[in-house]
C-alpha cells in the first residue's frame, strides 16, 4: 500500500512536471539555416518598400541600480538609403543625425541646443549605420555579427558581436520583426551585467513625403520637426 | 614713444572699461587668478558661521537615486554619457554606471568614502588611476562633502558667503547665495585654489519651478586635468 506521504510526494512531483513542461514547450528554437536565409531575403525584400520611416519610440532602460525602468521618449526619422534622425524629447533632448557618411549630435543643456564635436564619431557612426541597416531590412553582417532567427508569436533576430572589443559593451542585439515582417517593432540591446535597453517603435508613418533640411547638420540647433 | 599723455585722451574711456571689466573678472569663474574681492567682509559671528557651514548636510536628501546626462569635453572633443546614480550620505557610499548614450556601459563604480572602492573601466584610456583623480572626486567633492573643521566665512553686499578652509596645499571655496525672503543659503559654487590660483570648479544650477530645491544642471572643470563636465539632472527620489 503506498503511503499518504509517497502519494502527496507524487502528486507535487506531477504537477511541477505539468507546470514546468509547457515553459519549456514553448521556448523559441533558432530557424534552420536554409530556412533562415531565405527569411532574410524575404524580410529584405518587403523592408525595402520602405522609402520613408517616422515613428514615436520609447525606450526602456533596464540598469540593476534602478527598481524601475527609465523610460525616455523621442522619435526616428529615416529616408532611404542613407539619412536617419534619432531624437530623444524626454527626459533630456538630444537630437543625433546621419546624412550619409556625415554625423551631427545636438544637445539641449541648460535652456540651449549645443552643437558638438563628437570625439568618438567613427562608433558613433557605426552603430547609426547598423540601425540604418537594420531598418532597410538587411541584417546580415557576417563580418560583425553571429546571426540566428527565433519564430514565436513574431519573429526575432538574434546579432552576436563577434569582436571581443565589441562584446565588452553589447552582449547581443535582438531585434523584434511585425507581424507583417516588413518593419521593426522593437530592438533589445543586450548589454552586459543584466543590463538592457529596449526600444519600442508606435505609431509609424511611412513613405510619407520628409523633406532632406531636417537631416541638416550645418545649424547650431537641429531643424524642427512636425509632432505626429 | 607712447607715454603718460598719450592715455590722458581716454581716461574716461580706461575708467569705464575697468569699472566694467571687474565685475566680469570677478564673476568669470575658474580661468583667472583668484583672491578674496576687497568688497568681502570678514564673518566673525560664530553662530552664523556654524550655520552656514553646517548647511552643506542638508544639500541633498539622505538617499537618492538620479539620472544624469553628460557632456564630458576633453582635448576639445565631446562625448555624451548616460550616468546612473546612487548615493546613500549617512552611509557615504556611492554608486555610478556610465553609458555611452547609445548603450554599453563605459565604466562602474562603488565606493564607500576612504572605507572601500570598486572600479571597472571598459575603455583603456579612463584606467582606475584616472577615475580615482576625477570621477570620484567629483562624486566625493558633489555629494559627500562634510562640515570644515575651522572654516572663515566672507560676505559681500549681495547676500553671497564665502566659506573658506585650507587643507594642505589646496583651498576650498563654498559658494552660498540666500534665497531671498528666505532663510535658506543654496550652494552656487565650489571652488578649490591652489597658490591663489584657481584649479577646479564647480558651479550649480537650480530650476526656477517651486520644487528647486537641488541643483539641476551642474558644470565642473578640472583646470590641471584640462576636462570640463555639463551635466543634466534629473533625480529620482
Redesign the interface.
Known sequence: MISKTTTLSLVIIAAVFIIVTPLFATEPKPIPDDQLNLLLDNVEKNFSKIKTLKTLLTQE?N?A??SEP?ISTGFCIFKSPNKLRLDFIE??K?S?IINNSQIF?Y?F??GNW?K?????KE??LL?MENITSWLKGKFKDPDLYEICAFKNKNTTILLTPKADEFK???SSFELGLNREMNGLEYII?N???N?Y?KIQFRNDEINNEIPDIIFEGSNDKPHPVSQW | MVNKRFFMPYKNNIILFLCCAVPIIIGSGCSLNKTQPSQYMEITNPKFKDDINKNITSLYPDRFKAIHRVILTFLEKEYVLDGYLFVDRPSREVKLIAQNDLGGIIFDVHFIKNVEKTIHSNISMLGKKRLEKSVLRDLETLYLEEPFPSPTLFSDHHKNFVLSQKEGPITKELIYKQINGQVRYQLNEIRHLENKKCVYTISLKYGTGSNNLYPEFILIQDINMKYKLQINVRYVI
Open positions: 532602460k540598469i541600480l534602478f527609465i527626459p533630456f538630444s543625433l549630435k544637445e543643456f541648460h549645443q558638438l564635436d563628437i570625439g568618438n562608433m558613433m552603430i565588452k559593451f553589447i540591446i548589454e552586459t551585467k543590463h535597453t
